[in-house]
């Protein structure tokens, strides 16, 4: 393929290294190549003193990243034996930690939907830039899948039980409630981004956003905090469920039948995942944590359904198995978090 045709394209502006996602027709959803390329752009931008900053953006008008390439899982679920999936994923998890730790500053420019994966390379950086188009989200447990790419870690660590909800639901966040949670930390007009990238040729980022950011709309969440966090304390899904239909606000009753429609089994996991998130003190503790759910979700029935309802057939009427949360067990759940032995991520240890 030509350059231009290229799914990642790199370049230095001064004193700045742009990574752009370039599939704009997948919303620039990552493959396995895509993460090689930009690990290995990574690597030699760190040894060079010439580059101070790294920037990522997406090509076209719709989003940084939608996410990763998940009917390439699907496939691998159903007609493979998930090894091409489970290598993506450690790829993948090493890049997001390798982006949290990076040495430069990262900038990642949210702007449109950004989602699953491109959460995983946007906002584990150093700098995260929303705009008014931004749609933030994690929305794997309507394809059977748990929030990963260190989606419990971030979520986990978000005020209250913002984060436990945003996880469970996958509801898409803009712009000011992304900053509250943790997930982006300035607010910056979309109109103003290609002079925004412009200026980091030349300024230090600090000095570039300062020159362009703005006040953001106000956010929801703020607002619903009452009833997000009295009804996701509780310790089991059903009983959040329970709680949601007995407050008396309309939306946290919307809320519960927005869950029953979700993949039980990927519900009680991504319950389970996010207080164990909080209970560890790394991002790199938390991948190893992902790695393992990730890897058993590939042997259950509920991803490969979930992704052909929603991504392959579009019938977005996935039947889960099982089908309700109360045939869900603990041992079901358990096995999500068995340790994988030799194939362990390992990211804690290295």
């Known amino acids: 393929m030509t350059g231009a045709e290229a799914p990642v394209l790199l370049h230095v502006e001064g004193r700045a290294a742009h990574i752009t996602l370039n599939r704009p027709k997948a919303i620039n959803a990552l493959s396995h190549p895509m993460v090689e390329r930009i ?30 390439d998940i009917r390439a899982v699907h496939d691998d ?8 999936a489970a290598a ?42 929303a ?8 929305p794997e447990t309507g394809i059977g899948f748990v929030p990963d790419v260190g989606g419990t870690y971030l979520l986990s660590r978000a005020p209250g039980e913002l984060g436990t909800h945003l996880a469970l639901t996958g509801a898409g966040i803009g712009a000011a409630d992304a900053v509250l949670c943790g997930l ?39 607002g619903h905090r009452t009833w997000i966090d009295a009804c996701y304390t ?30 039980p089994t990927a519900l009680k996991v991504t ?30 029935p509920d991803l490969v359904e979930g992704i052909r309802a929603q991504v392959v057939d579009k019938d977005r009427a996935p039947r889960w198995s099982p089908a309700t949360l109360d045939e869900v067990t603990e041992a079901d759940v358990d096995r999500f978090f068995a340790p994988l032995g030799a194939r362990e991520l390992g990211l804690a240890r290295s």
């Open 234 to 263: 509780a310790d089991t899904v059903e009983e959040i469920v329970r709680r949601l239909l007995a407050h008396g606000d309309a939306a946290a009753k919307e809320t519960a039948h927005i869950l029953l429609g979700k993949s």
């Open 88 to 129: 993506f994923w450690r790829d993948e998890y090493h890049l997001n930690a390798r982006i949290a730790r990076y040495p430069k500053p990262y900038v990642a420019v949210m702007d449109g939907i950004v989602m699953g994966g491109g959460v995983g390379i946007s906002a584990h950086g150093r700098v995260r830039i």
């Open 39 to 68: 690990s290995e752009a990574l690597t030699d931008w760190e040894h060079d003193p010439a580059v101070e900053t790294v920037v990522i953006t997406g090509a076209g008008e719709r989003g940084l990243c939608a996410g990763g």
């Open 271 to 300: 319950l389970r995942a996010l207080r164990g998130a909080r209970r560890l003190d790394t991002l790199e503790q938390v991948l190893d944590q992902e790695y393992r759910v990730s890897c058993a979700a590939l042997t259950t």
């Open 77 to 84: 679920a159903r007609d493979g034996d998930g090894t091409a």
């Open 131 to 138: 705009t008014e188009r931004s749609r933030i989200a994690m």
């Open 184 to 222: 982006a930390d300035h607010h910056l007009p979309s109109g103003t981004l290609q002079a925004f990238v412009a200026d980091l040729a030349e300024l230090p980022v600090a000095e570039a956003v300062a020159r362009r950011q703005r006040p953001a709309a106000e956010g929801e969440l703020a």
